[in-house]
Nanobody, 125 residues
Framework: QAELVESGGGLVQPGGSLRLSCKASGFFLDDYALAWFRRAPGKEREGVSCISRDDGRVYYRDDVKGRFTISRDKAEKTVFLQMNSLKPEDTATYYC??????????????????WGQGTQVTVAS
């Protein structure tokens, strides 16, 4: 059964760091781009970052550039999101999902109908 499982969330103070993991099982993750999304209470789900399938191109939304880093560990079938200098506005449930080439669900998350459980990130003092 193909599955992506998010982990690594938690409660952190402003300015702190977290590393989220997205572990794949049941399929070959290297065949896909992988995107991170988040959904804050009362807001729409938004794309946060995406890493391409082949050449490692990475994309970030403007308000996380310079703070978040996406990376892929092919041997571990895992994609990571390193989040530094966290702000209260980063508080959300974070989800990962495959994408064709960071130009479909990453840009239009409303097109995706199924999501994993996500991992909660709370930034508060």
């Amino acid at each position: 059964q193909a599955e992506l499982v998010e982990s690594g969330g938690g409660l952190v103070q402003p300015g702190g760091s977290l590393r989220l993991s997205c572990k794949a099982s049941g399929f070959f993750l290297d065949d896909y781009a992988l995107a991170w999304f988040r959904r804050a209470p009362g807001k729409e789900r938004e794309g946060v970052s995406c890493i391409s399938r082949d050449d490692g191109r990475v994309y970030y939304r403007d308000d996380v550039k310079g703070r978040f880093t996406i990376s892929r560990d092919k041997a571990e079938k895992t994609v990571f999101l390193q989040m530094n200098s966290l702000k209260p506005e980063d508080t959300a449930t974070y989800y990962c999902a495959i994408d064709s080439d960071c130009n479909d669900h990453y840009l239009h998350p409303e097109r995706r109908t199924s999501w994993g459980q996500g991992t909660q990130v709370t930034v508060a003092s």
